[in-house]
């Protein structure tokens, strides 16, 4: 872990909507391959800062940034960034699952599409490829041509991340991936971010204590605005530095 | 108090309990040491060393429990598996305690003076009750600054041991007479000093519980 390179690195970076400051002078710095969750009560900053990593922020009223994040020291935020070229590099997998009223293999496809690719040899094999890598291949491979919407919400949401590999990310952000599923389809989730770090790098954001400590490597804890506390994940959870730390990840805050 | 404190201190004050219970049988059993046999005594001992025993499983169904059911983090977490890991050497101090008990019923005449003083018997003693004294405090207050004591006092009992061993040696050489007993005296005090290696243990665990750094092999 120690020698892993750094692939995301914010430097004092500052988000405000309006006059409200959402986030103060943060620095942190993501390890390729490695899964890192970000916790904090509601409205901490830290989905502000998820969707800063695919510059989802940038059509918010009143948004504004200063600080540099680089991903594979190439500033994201620079004029020269296409943002949808980023986005493909970038992948990102919401609370709720949101397939579209398509078939299963369209929604997989969905992002090479838009970009005009047709090849259907390669769209199959990336529709297999996809699949499995979502845990879902055997569960779905005789009915590729079934709408999405039928299946389970622990099988839309791993279509969905299926969608998102699809286009071959570095990078995959989760924003409350497990939230709206029951523990059995969360189970499998989980499950899923363990096998995916070996090949991306994974960037979490969570409410269930106990799942970031389960998934991550590192965990990040935001409040009001401020990174309070990084650091390793068994670390932050059997010793944190920080007494808002322990206060939070205990249940003793407020 | 939330359900999960409430639940902690139950099992932080059954676990003080049974560390009180753990610290009258070191008292009464290294008292048999000096007085010889006592009928009163060694009967309490054995009747507390089941209570021990019921205690350490509770416990350690009770921290099952807490585990799986409250999930604990941080100071939480620490402190119920300082609990957990600490109980296997309560019960080994109380087992030291009776099987003291168990020979000053079998040899109810005490120990000459003489091989009391060369064997280092009385400090040993001393220096193991103010080990368990400390952890126990230490535990109680949630704090390391006695346990630093323990330590030192550990190295102590390890010198007295090995010192004894040769008192022992010298003694078997220059008479037979008492052999048995001789070899008695040695082989508890190789006990007592086991037992200060419990009590280590407890106090590397209260360390980690109370700091959040591992102690274990490094106090030195």
């Given amino acids: 872990m120690k020698n892993k390179k750094i692939l995301i690195r914010s430097e004092q970076v500052n988000v405000y909507y309006g006059d409200n400051h959402v986030l103060k002078n943060v620095h942190l710095d993501i390890p ?28 918010i009223l009143d948004f504004k940034m200063d600080g540099v ?14 943002v949808e070229e980023l986005r493909k590099e970038v992948g990102m997998v919401f609370q709720k699952p949101n397939p579209f009223p398509k078939s299963i293999y369209d929604n997989v496809i969905y992002g090479l599409a838009i970009r005009g690719v047709k090849k259907k040899s390669y769209l ?62 969360s189970a499998k989730i989980e499950e899923l971010i363990f096998e995916l770090k070996q090949n991306y790098t994974i960037i979490i954001v969570t409410h269930n204590m106990q799942q970031a400590s389960r998934v991550s490597d590192f965990t990040a804890f935001f409040y009001l605005g401020d990174l309070v506390e990084y650091n390793k994940t068994d670390t932050l959870f059997m010793n944190p530095e920080h007494d808002r730390t322990r206060r939070y990840i205990t249940g003793r805050f407020g | 108090m939330r359900i999960l404190d ?18 009258l049988q070191l008292q009464d ?16 001992i054995k009747k507390r060393e089941k209570k021990v025993d019921k205690c350490d499983l509770k416990i350690n169904r009770d921290c099952e429990r807490f585990l799986a059911v409250c999930t604990p983090v941080a100071d939480d977490l620490r402190t119920i598996m ?23 019923k079998k040899y109810p005449e005490p120990f000459e003076q003489e091989l009391i003083e060369r064997t280092g018997l009385h400090n040993l003693m001393t220096s193991l009750l103010f080990m368990y004294s400390s952890v126990v405090e230490s535990f109680a207050e949630g704090s390391t600054l006695k346990l630093n004591d323990v330590f030192v006092k550990d190295k102590e009992i390890n010198a007295i041991y090995k010192q004894a061993k040769k008192s022992i040696i010298e003694l078997l050489q220059e008479s037979s007479v ?15 000093e086991r037992a200060g290696d419990h009590i280590k243990t407890i106090a590397e665990e209260i360390f980690f519980c109370v700091e959040g ?3 274990r092999h490094k106090h030195e």
Avoid at chain 2, 37 to 42: G, R, V
Wanted: with cysteine.
């Fill in chain 1, 32 to 59: 390729e391959y490695t899964v890192t969750a970000l916790i904090g009560p509601s409205g901490c900053g830290k989905s502000t800062y998820l969707r800063l990593l695919n510059r989802m922020n940038d059509y």
């Fill in chain 2, 29 to 44: 059993s290294t008292e048999l040491l000096k007085i010889g046999h006592d009928d009163e005594k060694i009967r309490a």
């Fill in chain 2, 82 to 104: 300082t609990i957990n890991n600490v109980l296997p050497s309560l019960e080994r101090l109380s087992d030291v305690s009776e099987k003291i008990a168990k020979y000053a």
């Fill in chain 1, 124 to 185: 199959d094999e990336v529709v297999e490829r996809s699949l499995q890598q979502a845990a879902l291949w055997d569960e779905v491979k005789d009915s590729l041509k079934k709408n999405a919407l039928s299946l389970s919400g622990g099988q839309q949401q791993r279509l969905c991340i299926a969608r998102t590999l699809a286009v071959e990310p570095k990078i995959i952000l989760m924003d409350e991936p497990t939230s709206a599923l029951d523990p059995i389809s």
């Fill in chain 2, 178 to 192: 008492d052999s048995e007993k001789k070899v008695n005296l040695l082989l508890i005090i190789s006990k007592l």
């Fill in chain 1, 69 to 82: 994040i680089t991903i594979n020291n190439k500033n994201i935020y620079d004029k020269s960034i296409e």
């Fill in chain 2, 6 to 23: 409430a639940k902690l201190h139950e099992i932080k004050m059954d676990t003080l309990s049974m560390m009180q219970l753990v610290q």
């Fill in chain 2, 213 to 215: 750094v591992f102690m």
